[in-house]
C-alpha cells in the first residue's frame, strides 16, 4: 500500500540548522560543569571539553563555511540557510557559548575550587615572595626558550601556530639600534607547561600560577630599557580539515605526510584576546589574520581553556574526582575463557566501558600467538599511541601470519598516528591498504581466519567505536563478537572490497553503507509506517550520535503521520523537529550528556513483532551513508537483544542526564515525575563493578526524600 505524503515536510522552519545545533550539543556540555551534583575537578574538566569542542568547531566547521563564503558556493541545507546567514548566527552563538564558559569559570569553579584549597591566584594577588619566585622561574625556564620578534621592515610578522599562546607587546622608546618600531611579538613554545605548581614554601598545597602570568609578570626583560605600553596575550584559531585530491596522488600516505605540517598554518578563523586588550592591537592582530571584528572574541581570563585540564591530573583528591571503577566480564564470558571455545558455543555482545575491552584485546592477542590462526584482518580507524591492539597485529605480521590491515589515514586529527602505524606494519611485512578512493573506512572490523581440523573457521568482532583502549573506557559503544557463518563470509567479503576489485558484493547479514544501509534504513522506517497504517503496533528506536540525512527525517516525518511511536535518542546534532503537530507528533527526541560520551550507535524496529535489532557504526547522516564505508550489524539471540533492550529503556527513562528536545529547537531538561534515574548511573550499577553507582542507583530508585530535595536543587 502507498502511504500518504507529508504535509509539507520540505518547509525549512521543520529542520533545524545543523551547525546551531552542533553548537546547542557544546552547551549541553558546559551545563555539567555546573551541576552541583558532578565532581567539582570534574566540573572543570567539562568547561575544558567544552572549550576544545568548540575549538573543532571552528577548525573544521566554520572553517568551510568561510571557505564557501569565499568562493561564492555552497548549498542551502534543508533549513534553507545561506552559508552566510548560517555563519552570522554561528557566530552569534559562539560569542553567547565563550561569554558563558568564562561567567562559569570565574563566578562558578574557580571559587569552589578555592573554597577546597585549589587556587590559581592572578599575578595582582601574588605576594612579594610568590613574585620572585615567579621572575626566577621565568629566567630559569622560561626566558631561554623565548625569542621575541619586533615588527619592522626587517622583522615581518611571523608565522602563528594553530591555537598556540602568543602575546602581542606594545612598546615605546628606542632601542640599541635606534629603531622606533613599537610592537613586537611573543611567541611561546608549546614545550613549557601552562600551569605550574608553587612550592609550598611559598603558598599553601595546590596552588598554581599560569605559564601566561609569569611571562607578562617578567616580559620587561625581554625588552630592556624600552617602556611596555601593553602586553597581551593572543590565540588563532586556523583552518585544521586537510584536503588531498585522491585520484591525482600515486601514494597517498606521502601526499598525507606533506600535508599534515600544513595544518598548524592554514586559514585563520578565530582570534581570542583578553577583553581589556588595546583596541589598537586587536586591531592589527585581525588585519594581519585577516579576520572581522566578528570573529574576535574577548575573553576574561586564559585565552585557551584546555590548558586547565591539567589540573585534575595535578590535584591529588580523589574526593573531587568520579570514583574510578571495575569493567566486569558479561556473566556468559568466564574469566579465564578460551576465547575462540566462546564464541564457537556463543555470540557476545559487551556493553563499554561498563564492560570489559579485554574480551576484544584477547581474541587479537590469542590470534597473534595461536599457531592454528592463518589469518588477521583488521580496519583501523584510531587505535591511539602505544595501542595494544597495534602491537597486536605487529606481532602477528612477525610471526608470519597472513596479516591485512586496511588503515584510514584520513581519520582526522589522527592522520600522523595512523602514519606511523601503517609504516610499522609495512616493515614487518603486514599487507596495509588504505581503503577505497573517495570514501572513508569508518567500519570497525575485525576478522580471524582459524584452521579446526579439517576446517577454516572464521571468527569476527564488529563495533560502533574504534579499537582503542582509553577510549573504551570514557566511550559508551557496543562490541559484538561472532563466530556465525554468514556474518564473518560478509565481513570477509567486505574486506574483499576494501582491498581487491570488483562489483559490491550481496551480502547475508550485514548491512554496508555506501551500498545497502541507507536504503534498508529507510524500508525499515516505512515498513514501521505500513504496520501503523493498518492499525498494528509500530515502533522505532534509534540511538546515534548525530541525524541528518534528509531523505531518513523525510522518512521518520512520514512515519509519525502514520502513527508510528518514535523516540530518537541523539546525542549531538539533530536536524528533526520533533511534536510538530501534523507532522512529527508521535516523535521524541532526547540527548544523554554525562560521564561517558555517548557514542553507541543502536536500532530497533517492531517489525511485525520481530522485533529486530542492529547496530553499527554510522550516524544517520549523509556522509556515513553515502561516503564512508560503514557496517551495520544484527543482533539476533534473544538474550542479547534483551540486553539491548534494558540498555535503551535505561536511556529513555534517564531524567538526571537527559535532554528534551522541543518543538522550538531548544533542549530543556524532562519533568521530574517520579524518580531521577541516571542511565549511566544505571548501568554501571547493573554492568560494572562500582559500589557507589550501585548505592546510587538503588538511593534514587527508592527514597523519595531525596528525589523531593533534587527536584528543589534543580528548579533553582
Not at 584520513?410 to 611485512?429: K, S
Not at 577505497?436 to 579446526?452: D, N, Q, S
Request: charged letters at 25%; hydrophobic letters at 40%; glycine letters at 6%.
Amino acid at each position: 500500500m502507498s502511504l500518504p505524503a507529508p504535509t509539507e515536510p520540505d518547509r525549512p522552519e521543520h529542520y533545524i540548522n545543523r551547525e546551531l545545533s552542533l553548537l546547542a550539543f557544546h552547551r549541553r556540555v558546559l551545563e555539567q560543569a555546573k551541576d552541583p551534583d558532578t565532581p567539582l575537578l570534574e566540573r572543570l574538566r567539562f568547561l575544558t571539553i567544552s572549550s576544545t569542542n568548540l575549538d573543532e568547531f571552528y577548525e573544521v566547521r566554520v572553517a568551510r563555511l568561510k571557505q564557501q563564503m569565499a568562493l561564492g558556493i555552497g548549498q542551502p541545507g534543508p533549513d534553507r540557510l545561506s552559508p552566510q546567514e548560517t555563519f552570522l548566527r554561528v557566530s552569534a552563538a559562539a560569542q553567547d557559548l565563550v561569554e558563558e564558559q568564562y561567567r562559569v569559570l570565574n563566578d562558578v569553579l574557580l571559587p569552589a575550587l578555592a573554597s577546597e584549597g585549589i587556587s590559581i591566584p592572578r599575578r595582582q594577588l601574588w605576594s612579594p615572595e610568590l613574585t620572585r619566585w615567579a621572575k626566577a622561574y621565568f629566567e630559569s625556564s622560561v626566558l631561554p626558550v623565548l625569542t621575541p620578534v619586533g615588527l619592522d621592515p626587517a622583522h615581518p610578522f611571523p608565522e602563528v601556530l594553530n591555537k598556540s599562546l602568543n602575546f602581542i607587546v606594545k612598546l615605546e622608546g628606542e632601542d640599541a639600534f635606534e629603531r622606533d618600531a613599537n610592537v613586537a611579538v611573543l611567541q611561546v613554545p608549546r614545550v613549557v607547561p601552562r600551569l605550574i605548581p608553587v612550592p609550598t614554601k611559598l603558598a599553601p598545597e595546590n596552588t598554581f600560577v599560569l605559564l601566561s602570568s609569569i611571562i607578562h609578570a617578567n616580559v620587561g626583560q625581554l625588552f630592556e630599557g624600552m617602556e611596555i605600553q601593553g602586553c597581551y596575550q593572543f590565540r588563532v584559531t586556523r583552518n585544521s580539515d586537510l584536503w588531498v585530491n585522491e585520484e591525482d596522488v600515486e601514494d597517498l600516505l606521502d601526499a598525507l605526510k606533506g600535508e599534515l605540517h600544513s595544518r598548524n598554518y592554514g586559514a585563520a578563523v578565530r582570534l581570542e584576546m583578553p577583553a581589556d586588550s588595546d583596541p589598537e592591537m586587536q586591531a592589527l592582530l585581525l588585519e594581519e589574520f585577516g579576520l572581522g571584528r566578528e570573529d574576535l572574541f574577548l575573553v576574561e581570563g586564559p585565552v585557551n581553556l584546555h590548558r586547565l585540564s591539567a589540573l585534575h591530573g595535578l590535584v591529588d583528591r580523589s574526593d573531587l574526582k568520579y570514583v574510578p571503577f571495575i569493567p566486569r566480564l558479561p556473566k556468559a564470558v568466564p574469566q579465564h575463557a578460551h576465547i575462540f571455545d566462546l564464541v564457537r558455543r556463543q555470540d557476545v555482545l559487551l556493553h563499554h566501558p561498563y564492560q570489559s575491552f579485554s574480551p576484544v584485546l584477547e581474541l587479537i592477542r590469542r590470534a597473534a600467538s595461536d599457531p592454528k590462526v592463518l589469518a588477521i584482518k583488521q580496519t583501523v580507524y584510531r587505535t591511539g599511541e602505544h595501542s595494544s591492539v597495534a602491537e597486536a597485529l605487529l606481532e602477528a605480521a612477525r610471526a608470519g601470519k597472513e596479516v591485512t590491515a586496511v588503515v584510514e589515514l584520513r581519520a582526522r586529527f589522527d592522520e600522523a598516528a595512523n602514519i606511523d602505524l601503517a609504516t610499522r606494519l609495512q616493515e614487518v611485512g603486514a599487507k596495509v591498504a588504505y581503503g577505497i578512493v573517495g570514501y572513508k573506512t569508518h567500519a570497525k572490523m575485525l576478522l580471524v581466519v582459524r584452521r579446526e581440523g579439517d576446517t577454516l573457521r572464521r571468527y569476527a568482532h564488529l563495533g560502533t567505536g574504534n579499537y582503542h583502549p582509553v577510549t573504551a573506557k570514557v566511550y559508551t559503544d557496543i562490541g559484538f563478537i561472532t563466530a556465525d557463518p554468514d556474518i564473518t563470509a560478509d565481513v570477509d567479503a567486505m574486506f574483499h572490497e576494501l582491498t581487491g576489485l570488483g562489483k559490491a558484493r550481496k551480502l547475508r547479514k550485514l548491512l554496508q553503507a555506501p551500498f545497502t544501509l541507507h536504503k534498508t534504513m529507510l524500508r525499515l522506517i516505512e515498513e514501521e509506517a505500513k504496520q501503523a497504517a493498518k492499525g498494528k503496533p509500530a515502533r522505532i528506536i534509534a540511538k546515534m550520535n548525530a541525524l541528518v540525512e534528509p531523505q531518513i527525517v523525510r522518512a521518520l516525518y512520514a512515519a509519525s503521520q502514520a502513527g508510528v511511536e518514535i523516540d530518537l535518542i541523539v546525542r549531538g546534532i539533530c536536524v528533526l523537529r520533533p511534536g510538530v503537530p501534523g507532522l512529527s507528533e508521535t516523535i521524541r527526541v532526547r540527548s544523554i550528556v554525562g560521564r561517558f560520551l555517548e557514542h553507541s550507535r543502536v536500532f530497533y524496529f517492531h517489525a511485525g513483532g520481530q522485533e529486530l535489532y542492529y547496530c553499527g557504526s554510522a550516524d544517520w547522516m549523509g556522509r556515513n551513508f553515502f561516503r564512508r564505508v560503514e557496517t551495520c550489524f544484527p543482533v539476533e539471540a534473544p538474550p542479547l537483544k534483551k540486553k539491548l533492550h534494558k540498555a535503551l529503556q535505561a536511556y529513555l527513562k534517564d531524567e538526571r542526564q537527559a535532554w528534551i528536545l522541543g518543538p522550538d529547537g531548544e533542549y530543556a531538561r524532562p519533568p521530574v515525575t517520579s524518580d531521577l534515574r541516571s542511565a549511566q548511573v544505571e548501568l554501571l550499577a547493573r554492568l560494572s563493578d562500582d559500589p557507589q553507582a550501585t548505592a546510587a542507583w538503588e538511593a534514587s530508585r527508592g527514597k523519595s526524600g531525596k528525589r523531593k530535595r533534587r527536584s528543589r536543587r534543580r528548579g533553582a
